[in-house]
């Protein structure tokens, strides 16, 4: 299944400023090295006109899954609860399998009868 590991947070903690943009440049290689190993795709980040943030990277949800719950990752991700306000994480479907659980989500309303 096709998916997105997808990241936001809603500001920089004030006083960690320069540890956040350290922070940000290392998640930035550390996804781009998986990308170049065929794991995922390139990191994409977007920061928002009023400060807020968000950065994904797409492929096999398995895949993406199984990085996550490496060690290295993990302290990535418990760097960011540190640094950065209102830090989240999930993992969303896209692509075609978007498409295929949308149709789903519409059978099983037919069928419960709420659509």
């Known amino acids: 299944m096709q998916a997105a590991l997808v990241?936001?947070?809603?500001?920089?903690?004030?006083g960690r400023e320069q540890?956040?943009?350290?922070?940000?440049?290392?998640v930035k290689e550390y996804w781009a090295k998986l990308?170049?190993?065929?794991?995922?795709?390139p990191p994409e980040l977007f920061f928002f006109s009023d400060g807020h943030g968000l950065w994904m990277v797409k492929g096999d949800v398995d895949t993406l899954w199984s990085i996550h719950?490496?060690?290295a990752t993990q302290?990535?991700?418990a760097k960011g609860q540190l640094l950065l306000e209102d830090f989240a994480f999930d993992f969303v479907i896209t692509g075609e399998d978007a498409e295929a659980y949308m149709l789903t989500m519409a059978a099983v309303g037919q069928d419960l009868g709420v659509l």
């Open 7 to 14: 990241v936001t947070w809603t500001r920089t903690v004030v």
């Open 19 to 26: 540890l956040a943009l350290d922070y940000g440049l290392e």
């Open 35 to 41: 990308a170049a190993e065929g794991k995922c795709s």
């Open 69 to 71: 719950v490496e060690e």
């Open 75 to 77: 302290r990535l991700v």
